[in-house]
């Protein structure tokens, strides 16, 4: 990545440290803005569109920064690129050629949003009790549209840095950037969103008698769906280690909910492997 000022490395949370050498410098000795892309692979483009709501806040990031290909926001395509933005999950095989297109012509490779990051709601398609969604849209065209297992970026390629959420957090998004211009380090939360719901002084759900997945998901999102009366259905993915292992003993032993029920309820952002046993989500401490 060209950075704008003398710093060469970049340190992003749950990763070894990036280290990327480039000319700090164009011809004559001006500086060169890092060059960012922003993709979409199967989505609902969601994380993309956040980008654009940011509205007077992205005007800081493009003073900045060259944006040189984003479908969303512009015609104009270059795949000269320092930095990828990537949402959606990888649930075609074009969207497996794509991404490691994208991942050959970047230096570095941020997931963005739960179905990059987790494979989301595309990851439905794998339960055998759902039907096969593309004949209930297609009809007799269904093979038109071939389609393969849905999975995260990570399965597919490396992966840089993540930005869970569905969609992401735009705030994280701005971090994350500010973060790769000075080269420091980027954290996700550790803990889970019920801290955020006691920060808010929010009622706990469980009060009411709803099954909330608020105990094992990431914060970050500032509990915004316990805030408006809708329970967490855990797009952010899950907390790791201890916060993790607390978040189970909490529905084992305080709300009795059966494991197994708590498992389906977490397929829906695919934040649980095939297996039934919880996938965290990006590590929250950074690398040396």
Aim: hydrophobic letters at 35%; a neutral charge.
């Amino acid at each position: 990545m060209r950075t704008l000022s003398d710093q060469r490395g970049l340190r992003l949370r749950g990763r070894t440290r990036v280290h990327v050498r480039t000319h700090a410098r164009a011809p004559g000795g001006r500086h060169m803005k890092p060059r960012i892309a922003v993709f979409s692979l199967t989505s609902c483009e969601g994380c993309s569109l956040a980008i654009l709501e940011l509205e007077d806040q992205l005007l800081e990031i493009l003073g900045a920064v060259d944006i040189v290909n984003f479908r969303e926001g512009m015609t104009e395509r270059s795949w000269d690129i320092d930095v990828a933005f990537v949402d959606g999950a990888v649930s075609t095989p074009h969207d497996e050629e794509e991404i490691r297109r994208i991942r050959e012509r970047c230096r570095t490779l941020v997931a963005i949003g739960a179905c990059a990051c987790l494979g989301g709601v595309n990851t439905l398609k794998h339960d055998p009790a759902r039907p096969d969604y593309r004949c209930v849209v297609y009809g007799d065209r269904a093979d038109w549209f071939p389609t393969t297992r849905a999975r995260p970026l990570s399965a597919v390629v490396k992966v840089d840095a993540e930005l869970p959420g569905c969609p992401m957090v735009k705030e994280e998004f701005l971090e994350l950037v500010r973060c790769l211009l000075n080269g420091r380090q980027f954290r996700l939360p550790p803990n889970p969103v019920c801290t955020e719901c006691k920060k808010l002084g929010n009622p706990c759900l469980y009060e009411r008698g709803e099954f909330c997945l608020g105990p094992l998901t990431r914060a970050g999102c500032r509990a915004i769906c316990p805030s408006f009366g809708s329970v967490c259905e855990a797009c952010r993915g899950l907390v790791d280690g201890e916060a993790l292992r607390a978040g189970r003993e909490v529905f084992n032993t305080q709300y009795v909910v059966p494991w197994e029920e708590v498992v389906a309820r977490l397929r829906l952002y695919g934040a649980v492997c095939e297996n039934a046993e919880p996938v965290a989500a990006p590590a929250a401490g950074g690398g040396s």
